[in-house]
């Protein structure tokens, strides 16, 4: 993203998004300005979708989400342009998911299919994808795991490889 597309996001989810950690770091974005949010989901790197509202003249809205890791790198890209109740916010949310106790990997997890180094190496290539110079989807990492799709994202968040 270029400087001004981080400060245009920034600017747009301080009044409209929503930061908050329920298993894991979220921003929700829902406006009933489908441009708008399709520009946002176009920068996540997201879809959106469309809710329809079934009470009388109300407009539909129009949502897009990001997760993980990937909401981790937003926040952190945008936590300079934020005001002082979202960048505290964002703080919380960053402690909470460096508190979140991990999952055991590796050898020590009975039918894992890689090692604590690999998972290591599996974190360290899918959060890569969401910088400036894109990495290795996740199909292409699970193809060289010998893992799944899914897989690549869950060992991507965990805090921990004991």
């Known amino acids: 993203m270029t400087e001004a597309e981080i400060a ?9 998004a929503y930061f908050h950690f329920r298993h894991t770091p979220t921003i ?13 989901a176009k920068l996540f790197r997201k879809t959106y979708r469309k809710r329809i509202r079934k009470i009388l003249n109300r407009k539909d809205v129009f949502v897009t989400e990001v997760f993980g ?3 981790l790198w937003l ?15 964002i703080q919380e949310i ?10 055991v990997f590796g050898e020590r997890a009975g039918r894992a299919k890689i090692t604590n180094s690999q998972a290591v190496e599996v ?10 110079h894109r990495g290795d989807t996740s199909s292409v990492i ?19 490889f004991a």
Do not use: H, N
Not at 32 to 40: F, G
Not at 123 to 132: P, Q
Not at 142 to 154: D, H, L, N, P, T
């Open 8 to 16: 245009w996001l920034a600017g747009l989810l301080e009044g409209e």
């Open 28 to 40: 929700s974005l829902a406006m009933t300005d489908e441009d708008v949010v399709a520009k946002a």
């Open 69 to 71: 890791p990937q909401a």
């Open 75 to 89: 926040m952190k890209l945008i936590k300079p342009y934020m005001g002082s109740r979202r960048s505290a916010k």
């Open 94 to 103: 960053t402690k909470l998911s460096a508190e979140r106790p991990g999952q």
């Open 123 to 132: 974190k360290r290539r899918y959060l890569a994808s969401f910088g400036k």
């Open 142 to 160: 699970a193809k060289e795991f010998g893992i799944s799709q899914s897989a690549v994202r869950y060992t991507a968040v965990q805090r921990r």
